[in-house]
């Protein structure tokens, strides 16, 4: 895999017309699915039943898809597709947690075996569970279809069918290391980093500010991050963190009239008095006197 750039990839961009609704929907894989998809995190929950062969990677490992499997995407993680052949068979769904949890809202998918962060994601299935699994997405596109006034109390069952039918199974993937996977966390690091900038409103505030942001949200230990960057980069997490804050934050002083507690809210700092002692160890001057340079 050569691409690394993530995006996020809302309902919308993904499918260009849902019919009913803007929490669920469910296809063929031959209608939607490409061959080749670069990294992506969604806005959405996904659950396949893919008949293709290919390798689905994730930021720091991979696993080859070689037969029928049942694969769970979390909207956390990023992963990338690289298909063998060029037909995409199979079944897909997108959906919400809203969707899911119906009138059920304690419900957290984050925290359930299927979708939990580090969880194994692909369950290779037999001929037997096939038939089934094909079975309830056959039946999920015909109800989506109808007119039935209660379809999507309907879908959802059928939706917790596929959870339970999978819940049953043990995960039987086998992960391998990709040659070029520090590369590939490295770039992926960059990318996201680069993606929190410009902070273009004083009532925006940055979401990522440590290595460890940075590796929950790449779905990656973050010893392994900061080995990663170290080893392709030459500098510490910290140190790109560091001056990618140092770089906003000089923009932000130089080129708009915000109050520095605004600025210092922005970029993340509860209180002024750490991003005026952090702007000054990294810098040797206070954030005020960059405003006036007369008085460095």
């Known amino acids: 895999m050569s691409k690394t750039k993530i995006t996020t990839q809302p309902f919308s961009d993904f499918i260009p017309a849902l019919k009913i609704t803007d929490q669920f929907t469910v296809y063929e894989r031959k209608e939607f699915a490409r061959k080749t998809v670069p990294y992506n995190r969604r806005d959405f929950y996904k659950i396949s039943l893919t008949l293709s062969t290919g390798t689905l990677y994730y930021a720091d490992k991979a696993v080859s898809i070689d037969r ?34 119906g009138n059920n809202r304690d419900l957290n998918l984050q925290d359930t075996p299927l ?7 692909v369950f290779f299935v037999d001929a037997a569970q096939l038939i089934y699994i094909s079975g309830i997405f056959q039946n999920m596109l015909r109800e989506f279809e109808s007119n039935y006034m209660y379809k999507l109390d309907l879908l959802r069952n059928h939706l917790n069918l596929l959870l339970h039918e999978a819940l049953k199974m043990q995960p039987s993937v086998n992960y391998f290391k990709p040659q070029n996977a520090l590369v590939r966390v490295a770039s992926l690091f960059l990318e996201l980093l680069e993606r ?20 929950l949200h790449l779905s990656v230990h973050v010893n392994y991050l900061n080995r990663a960057v170290k080893e392709v ?20 002083l130089l080129h708009t009239d915000w109050n ?15 991003f005026n002692n952090f702007f000054k160890k990294q810098t040797g001057v206070t954030p005020s006197s960059l405003r006036q340079p007369n008085l460095v």
Request: hydrophobic share 35%; aromatic share 16%; glycine share 6%.
């Open 68 to 101: 029928p499997a049942l694969i769970f995407s979390n909207p956390r993680v990023p992963y990338a597709w690289e298909g063998i052949c060029e037909s995409q068979e199979g079944f897909f769904c997108l959906f919400s947690e809203d969707f899911l949890k």
């Open 115 to 121: 979708f939990k962060i580090g969880s194994d994601p």
């Open 233 to 252: 980069t030459g500098k510490t997490t910290t140190e790109h963190l560091t001056e990618r804050m140092v770089m906003e934050a000089k923009a932000l």
């Open 196 to 215: 929190q900038f410009p902070v273009d409103t004083p009532q925006y505030q940055l979401k990522l500010r440590t290595a460890n942001d940075y590796a």
């Open 260 to 274: 520095i507690n605004d600025i210092a809210y922005s970029l993340g700092y509860e209180y002024p008095t750490y």
